[in-house]
């Protein structure tokens, strides 16, 4: 039921306003109860996916429940615990789940503060701290499943050059698996559509969510979170200076979080030109 949520939230941006409401409040009444750790990321995740879906609306809620401190105070404990043998993150473990958790916070980050609740409007460095801590996680996860799909691909190359009968009766097996899991998450986003009564009759009309390739996409898979980072604090020093000063402050006496945002918005200059690269190449 969870991931329903998510998927209504992000595949309906703009389109489920009054839905964010008994949404959020359902999220925060079963986080309350729940000792599950993985249910736990599910349902902030609700919230995180409600407050990048309409940020000021999804604060009110929680500003209305009395519940700004708690929730985000109980966030930051989840983002910024990491398991102790491998010193990732404890909670949030999918690439997917921290961009989520990113791009929330960096919507709280792009609003202006007289647009936030004391709580928030004061906390602006704790919101940075938490951003760069996910955004780092994730950096480095992305960079190990490349490394490793890079070697499964070699592997898959000599071994098929050796012996083809197994091999093949193994890819029709996780070919198998990978097709369940997505027709799962089609069912999932038809049935989202139907709480809006937008059920359509052609199948066909599942492809502009999800491609045929063996990953399930997403609405926010086109958000180039690193990127956005970089242009939030860009436009921070003219639209809010006194905001810029404030962060700059805390970052100067915080080197690990100063050399991780470094780190992360020179991966975003990387990303950037990269970009510019692929787009001039396709323009020829």
């Given at each position: 039921a969870a991931r329903l949520l998510h998927v209504v939230l992000q595949v309906c941006r703009g389109h489920v306003d009054r839905w964010v409401e008994p949404y959020v409040k359902l999220a925060m009444l079963k986080l309350a109860?729940?000792?599950?750790?993985?249910?736990?990321?599910?349902?902030?995740?609700?919230?995180?996916?409600?407050?990048?879906?309409?940020?000021?609306?999804a604060?009110?809620?929680?500003?209305?429940?009395?519940?700004v401190q708690s929730f985000f105070s109980g966030w930051f404990a989840m983002i910024?615990?990491?398991?102790?043998?491998?010193?990732?993150m404890k909670h949030f473990r999918r690439i997917h789940d921290k961009k989520v958790v990113a791009l929330a916070l960096m919507s709280?980050?792009?609003?202006?503060?007289?647009?936030?609740?004391?709580?928030?409007a004061a906390s602006s460095h704790l919101l940075l701290a938490g951003v760069v801590h996910v955004m780092s996680s994730m950096k480095e996860q992305e960079e190990m499943a490349l490394a490793e799909a890079d070697e499964d691909e070699d592997d898959e190359g000599e071994e098929a050059d050796e012996e083809e009968g197994p091999?093949?009766?193994?890819?029709?097996?996780?070919?198998?698996?990978?097709?369940?899991?997505?027709?799962?998450?089609?069912k999932l986003q038809?049935?989202?559509?139907?709480?809006?009564?937008?059920?359509?009759?052609?199948?066909?009309?599942?492809?502009?969510?999800?491609?045929?390739?063996?990953?399930?996409?997403?609405?926010?898979?086109?958000?180039?979170?690193?990127?956005?980072?970089?242009?939030?604090?860009?436009?921070?020093?003219t639209l809010a200076p006194s905001r810029h000063q404030t962060l700059a402050a805390h970052l100067a006496a915080d080197e690990p979080v100063r050399t991780s945002l470094q780190a992360l918005v020179a991966h975003a200059e990387e990303q950037r030109q990269q970009r510019e690269k692929d787009l001039a190449a396709a323009d020829k």
């Amino acid at each position: 039921a969870a991931r329903l949520l998510h998927v209504v939230l992000q595949v309906c941006r703009g389109h489920v306003d009054r839905w964010v409401e008994p949404y959020v409040k359902l999220a925060m009444l079963k986080l309350a109860t729940t000792e599950s750790a993985h249910l736990k990321d599910s349902l902030v995740c609700i919230v995180a996916n409600a407050i990048y879906y309409n940020p000021i609306l999804a604060i009110q809620v929680l500003s209305a429940a009395g519940a700004v401190q708690s929730f985000f105070s109980g966030w930051f404990a989840m983002i910024m615990v990491n398991r102790v043998k491998t010193g990732r993150m404890k909670h949030f473990r999918r690439i997917h789940d921290k961009k989520v958790v990113a791009l929330a916070l960096m919507s709280i980050l792009a609003l202006p503060e007289q647009s936030l609740p004391q709580e928030l409007a004061a906390s602006s460095h704790l919101l940075l701290a938490g951003v760069v801590h996910v955004m780092s996680s994730m950096k480095e996860q992305e960079e190990m499943a490349l490394a490793e799909a890079d070697e499964d691909e070699d592997d898959e190359g000599e071994e098929a050059d050796e012996e083809e009968g197994p091999e093949e009766e193994a890819d029709e097996d996780n070919e198998d698996g990978e097709e369940e899991d997505e027709e799962y998450m089609k069912k999932l986003q038809r049935r989202a559509r139907a709480l809006l009564g937008q059920e359509s009759d052609n199948e066909d009309s599942d492809d502009q969510f999800f491609s045929e390739d063996e990953d399930v996409s997403t609405p926010i898979d086109s958000v180039e979170p690193y990127i956005l980072l970089a242009d939030i604090l860009a436009g921070m020093t003219t639209l809010a200076p006194s905001r810029h000063q404030t962060l700059a402050a805390h970052l100067a006496a915080d080197e690990p979080v100063r050399t991780s945002l470094q780190a992360l918005v020179a991966h975003a200059e990387e990303q950037r030109q990269q970009r510019e690269k692929d787009l001039a190449a396709a323009d020829k």
